[in-house]
């Protein structure tokens, strides 16, 4: 029992003189703790950084500026090839136009080509010219010659019951004869008149019509609206032919 009193009062006095020295009251014996204020104080904390004063204005933390970007650097040879594509005009680059159309007409024949001659001497030197070319042949498949007149029209009432057509031969020796169709090779000929003779005709044959020829093609190279209204003085030596755009 004496000893539990002693612990107790033991107890209380250790209490009693702790509280006396943390409150400073033991100061002048020299036993008092280490004062701190509020520097100390802050220096203690965990964020000092983030702790301000009652009173003190916030301020937001200040940020590091971010590295700055370097921009992509362009190689000397892309700069030089670039350069000059942006100096050029752009009408550099358009085609050049032609100075006008060329037109051509034909084929003619020999006479046909001296009147083409004659009139186009009244247009500007070396604006046309007649370029030498080939008529091919004619081939026909024929009837003839028949010995007279009624001979030629009895040959034609039969071909008219079998629905075949004919016309007159263009060549004289020809005459008097039938054309029953004509054709630019002797291999186109006789197949057509295997047809015929497929429909009941009897006494055709393959015959060359007109053999090559040499002919001539007017050209004008170069047609501008200055020129255009003088071809006129052609028309009459066209042979019914039309001009057209060169092939």
């Not at 001497?121 to 008529?135: E, F, K, V, Y």
């Not at 020809?174 to 006494?203: D, H, I």
Request: glycine residues 8%; charged residues 20%; aromatic residues 6%.
């Amino acid at each position: 029992m004496l000893f539990r009193s002693l612990t107790v009062i033991v107890l209380l006095l250790a209490n009693a003189g702790y509280y006396a020295w943390s409150q400073g009251h033991l100061a002048e014996w020299g036993l008092a703790p280490a004062p701190q204020g509020e520097p100390q104080r802050l220096q203690q904390q965990i964020r000092p950084e983030a702790v301000r004063l009652a009173g003190e204005p916030a301020t937001p933390p200040v940020r590091p500026a971010p590295a700055a970007v370097p921009a992509p650097e362009h190689s000397a040879a892309q700069a030089s090839a670039e350069a000059p594509a942006a100096s050029v005009p752009a009408a550099a680059t358009e085609p050049a136009r032609p100075a006008g159309e060329c037109l051509q007409a034909g084929v003619f024949d020999e006479e046909q080509a001296n009147a083409l001659r004659r009139v186009a001497g009244a247009l500007p030197q070396g604006s046309w010219s007649l370029q030498r070319t080939t008529i091919p042949g004619r081939w026909m498949v024929y009837m003839g010659k028949f010995a007279d007149a009624d001979a030629l029209a009895k040959k034609r009432a039969e071909l008219r019951e079998l629905g075949i057509s004919f016309d007159r031969p263009s060549t004289a020796s020809l005459e008097p004869g039938l054309s029953l169709g004509r054709f630019s090779t002797e291999e186109a000929a006789q197949r057509g008149m295997g047809n015929l003779v497929a429909k009941g005709v009897r006494t055709a044959k393959v015959v060359q019509e007109r053999p090559d020829t040499p002919g001539y093609q007017l050209r004008l190279p170069s047609v501008d609206d200055a020129l255009r209204p003088q071809l006129d003085v052609l028309r009459p030596a066209m042979a019914g032919k039309t001009l057209k755009p060169c092939s």
